[in-house]
């Protein structure tokens, strides 16, 4: 039994508790109005589709980014957008929304994204799209959070605080990007310009929660775009050549564990064709983006495995050329035989080699090398697995 | 042909090729794919493993 308050029942104090005290939140209930969720899930609707179509166009910039590390963050940024953008879309489903990509919502989105894709420029692009639209969307998000019922919406806000944590971290790396690249006047003027006309554009699209004003035009961006990008970009300190390696005999431990391992962080070649596919897929299935965005971050995660394991070795991955001419020849080629050529023919014939090689590492006692291939077959063994039950039936 | 064991290319290319109208059967697009990886790949491996099925 709880303690009696002299002259007050238990039942009274709650009564005129306010109920955010006993919620663990932060947001003090707003005054909401009879369409307030009606509004809200207009807000919801645009900001998964923001998170969305940014996600794609990072995609597409992904191949010409030329920072290594750069290249590897942008992987890593856009899956942690669908996967907001998956959380969003959850929401909308209880909100009784099961389908959140209406025309007007993809019209009002797309065009915006089109033009912030006409940067001519990698770290253009980025002070375009993290603080112009990046920016915009985690003030929406903290917007959002200030305006909504603490009470009423508090699923909502449970992801939308999350996902402002998100945005302003990636925010803060965009920043700490360019103060590493954008070292000339020039370079800081170009920042400057492209990150102001971002906002310019997202402004006349009607806002990141599609509630403002559109205007008839958006404002050209007077580039034309280079989006899709024929060849991928590295930095300075690679060498690069077109050509890849012979594989060593496996019986050669060192030279074959070294080949095995350059190759794993030749695998962003593999994620920047699945990052292009995001981009260039434009109008499928929403969970189309969603699986090649984990697809493209899985392929970057190997490549990092690979880094790692190098400098373990002994070597920087600056010291060995790496080639690039995988990327090139198969954007010779239409998306769908890029996706085709990636999932039934590369990573399925690479299954025999994985199994051999980690045998092997067993066998002569490497187990840094035996776990890490393990973790890339465990990645691998998934997808066998879903493939195994979704074809079940399949004749 | 091979099943494919990679669940999101039994998942998305039939409907790649549905959205990019493509003309040819999955059996045809997944051969020409295996074409392409043998006369074109730069990884010695991965056209010896393509060639092997």
Known sequence: MGERIPGRSVESVIEQTDLSLLLDTSTEPMNATPNDSKKRIEQLKHLQAWETQ?????????????????????????????????????????????????????ESVLPAIKILACAQQDFEFIAGLYLGAKKALAEAYRAYLEETHATWDVPSIDILRRAAVIKETKIEWAEAYLAQVATSDERRHIVERWANYA???????????????????????????LLPFGECKRDDRFKVQLQGYDRPPIDDDEAHTLWQFVSYTIEMQAAETLASVLWEGEGMDWEFYYDVARHCYDECRHSKMGEERVRELGHEIFEIP???????????????????????????????????????????????????IMYDIIDE???????????AGID | MKPCTSAWGQKWVPELIKHQDEPMSLEEVIEDCRKAVIENSLALAQRAYADKH
């Open chain 1, 199 to 225: 906002v310019e554009v997202i402004t006349a699209a009607g806002g990141v929660c599609g509630e403002d004003e559109r205007s008839a035009e958006l404002p050209p961006p007077g580039y034309g775009c």
């Open chain 1, 54 to 106: 940014t996600a794609r166009l990072l995609g597409g910039w992904q191949p010409a980014v030329r920072l290594w590390e750069a290249k590897h963050a942008i992987g890593l940024h856009l899956w942690r957008d669908l996967q907001t953008a998956g959380e969003l879309r959850t929401r909308l489903w209880e909100l009784r929304v099961s389908r959140p990509d209406g025309s007007a919502v993809v």
């Open chain 1, 322 to 372: 790496q080639f690039t001419g995988n990327y090139a020849w198969r954007q010779l080629y239409d998306p769908m035989r890029r996706y085709g050529m990636l999932t039934y023919i590369i990573e399925q014939d690479s299954f025999a080699l994985k199994h051999e090689t980690y045998k092997n590492y067993v066998k002569i006692g490497d187990t840094t090398s035996a776990e890490a």
């Open chain 1, 381 to 391: 063994t998934m997808h066998v697995r879903l493939g195994a039950e979704m074809g």
